[in-house]
C-alpha cells in the first residue's frame, strides 16, 4: 500500500499541474477545468455503485464474508464521490447554463443515484446485526443498479441539456470529441481519483475487518463473563 | 492558475473536491486507527490473564 499511496499522490500532483496548465477552450474558457474534477467523480460514483453491487451478487449467491465488507465500506466512499459529482456539475452549470440545476435525465438519474447511496448507508446503519443488513442492502443495491445503464444512455435517450460523451463511447474512444490539449489532464484525473477510490476502499475494508474483530471478542467476553456469573451462582 | 471571468466557479469546485476528499481520507485512516488500537487492547488483556493464570497456578 505504501507504493499505491506514493504513485496516488504523484499522479494527483501531475494531474493537477496539468489542469492548471491546459489552455482555455474558446467558448467555457476556464470552466472547462472543472471537467478533470466533475467527469471522475461522476465516472467513479458510477463505478463504485457497479462495485457494490457486484459484491452483493457475491454476498447473496456465495455468501463470501469479504463480499458483506466489501459492498459495506464502499457505500460512504461512493457517496461522496456522487455528490461531489452533482455539486461540480451544478457549480459548472451556472455559467454554462445560465442555471445550477435542471431536470434533465442525466442529472435526475445521477441524484436518484445519491438517493440510492443514502438508502444503502441507513439500511447498514439500521440493522444491529451485519449479517441482515448485508441481505437488505444487496437486495437495494441489486435493484438499484438498474440505475446505472440509466445514466449512461440518458443522454442518447432523451433531450438533455447535459452533452453526450466525448470520450468514453464506443464511437468517440478512437476520435475523441475533446482536444487533444486536455487528453493528458483528462487521463491522469480519471487515473488519479481511480487509484484513490481502490486506496480508500482497500484502508475502509481493513478497518471493517478489524472492527468486526473487535466486536466478535467482545461477545465472547460477554459470553465468558454470562457463564462465570453462571457457575458461580450454581456453586452457591 | 485560477484566472479570467469564472476564475471563482473552477476555484470553488476544486476545493470542495479537496476538502471532501481529505475528510474522507482522514475518517478512514482514523477509523482504522482506531479499531487496531481497540484490537491491541484486547491482545494485551488476553496476555495479561493469561501470565496471570500462570502465576496462580
New interface residues.
Partial sequence: MPWLTALTVALLSLGLYFS?TVP?DYQQ???V??MF??VP?SILAMGAYAMIAISSIGSLVWRHPLADVSAKVMV??GM?FC??AL??GS??G??MWGTYWVWDARLTSMLILLFLYMGLFAIWQAFEEPSRAGRAAAILALVGSINLPIIKYSVIWWNTLHQTASVLDAAKITKPALDKAYLPAFFTMLIAFSL?LVL?HM??M??EI??R??QA?RMRQVEQAGSSATAHMVTN | MFDGKYAGYTFSCYAIVAVVMVVLTVWIVLDERRQQKLLDEFQAQKKRKAEGGEVAS
Avoid: C, N, Q, S
Wanted: net charge positive.
Fill in positions: 492548471m482555455d474558457m476556464g470552466t477545468k472543472i474534477v466533475h467523480m460512504p466512499i461522496a455528490f461531489l455539486v461540480t457549480i459548472w451556472r455559467p484513490l480508500l484502508k475502509a481493513r478497518a478489524l472492527r474483530r473487535v471478542r
